[in-house]
């Protein structure tokens, strides 16, 4: 009885101290995110103006103005989202749906594992002598969008192809037992049920697109000109992170930096915000 009274005792302080490490740990966490955030912003929000965000850099008249950044930013998440979304759902689908070789599926999620850990670095590196100068693209923003595209494409096929394999297999049969063809199904059944890993791969790689900086500088550049969307895709220019970067080191305007980096936080709030939205409206459309 004393032993087991010992050992009941040794069990809940033991309980207790791991409690107590969990919480600590997750106070620390949160402390950190807390402090960061409210820096950046603390640092960020008085610098941004109108004007900032309105012009673009003129060097006679010694103003900064991050407006082609800005666009730059938005024309490479769109052109990124248009080639990685068909391809990475797609691969999904037919890796999920399709594949009857089980050792080529598993070779594919490897690679596809396998690359989602290559620092940016080596993609720039090998996105600049393939796309840049192999397919004579330039440093573009083009050239830059087809980088993140390889980057970003594991991670779209991999959270796809999880939520694909969440819809219930009994709906595929009651949907093939009514009738319905193979694409049918995939496309009135399965693709609905799996809306929520879709969006969250979208949101992963839009994430990671407006963070990314080292694999620009080798593929879109540091232009700061002023374009409309084909002929900035065409054209070299310099996105927020990139911008960021500029200002920061190369110039030394830490304020201008502050600022980029709490219109980059805020975007990606909003990015996110409006993802949870469209997601929660989708699953009240198909529940209805």
């Not at 397919?135 to 779209?156: C, D, E, H, K, W």
Request: with cysteine; hydrophobic share 50%; glycine share 8%.
């Amino acid at each position: 009885m004393i032993k087991m009274k010992t050992l009941s005792k040794k069990r809940k302080m033991y309980a207790l101290v791991m409690r107590c490490l969990m919480w600590l740990a997750a106070g620390i966490t949160c402390a950190l995110l807390l402090f960061m955030i409210s820096y950046i912003l603390w640092r960020g929000l008085p610098n941004i103006s109108w004007q900032l965000l309105s012009t673009k850099p003129s060097y006679l008249s010694n103003s900064i103005g991050i407006l082609p950044n800005i666009l730059n930013t938005l024309y490479i998440v769109i052109a990124t989202l248009v080639i990685i979304l068909p391809l990475g759902v797609g691969a999904a689908i037919y890796l999920t749906e399709y594949a009857k070789n089980q050792r080529l599926v598993a070779v594919i999620e490897y690679a596809a594992e396998t690359l989602s850990g290559i620092p940016s670095i080596i993609y720039g590196l090998v996105g600049m002598l393939v796309f840049c100068q192999f397919f004579s693209l330039g440093t573009s923003l083009f050239a830059g969008a087809l980088t993140l595209v390889i980057m970003n494409l594991p991670t779209v096929i991999r959270t796809t192809q999880e939520s694909l394999k969440t819809v219930p297999q009994s709906y595929r049969e009651g949907a093939f037992s009514l009738g319905a063809g193979k694409w049918r199904v995939i496309r009135t059944v399965v693709l609905p049920g799996s809306v929520d890993g879709i969006l969250t791969g979208c949101i992963l790689s839009v994430g990671r697109i407006l963070g990314e900086s080292a694999a620009l500088l080798f593929t879109a550049g540091f232009a700061h000109s002023l374009n409309g969307f084909f002929e900035g895709l065409n054209s070299a220019g310099a996105t927020l992170t990139v911008a960021l970067y500029v200002y920061a080191k190369e110039q030394g305007e830490f304020g201008v930096a502050f600022a980029i980096a709490a219109i980059l936080m805020i975007l990606t709030l909003i990015i996110n915000l409006t993802a949870t939205l469209v997601s929660n409206r989708l699953k009240r459309r198909i529940k209805a």
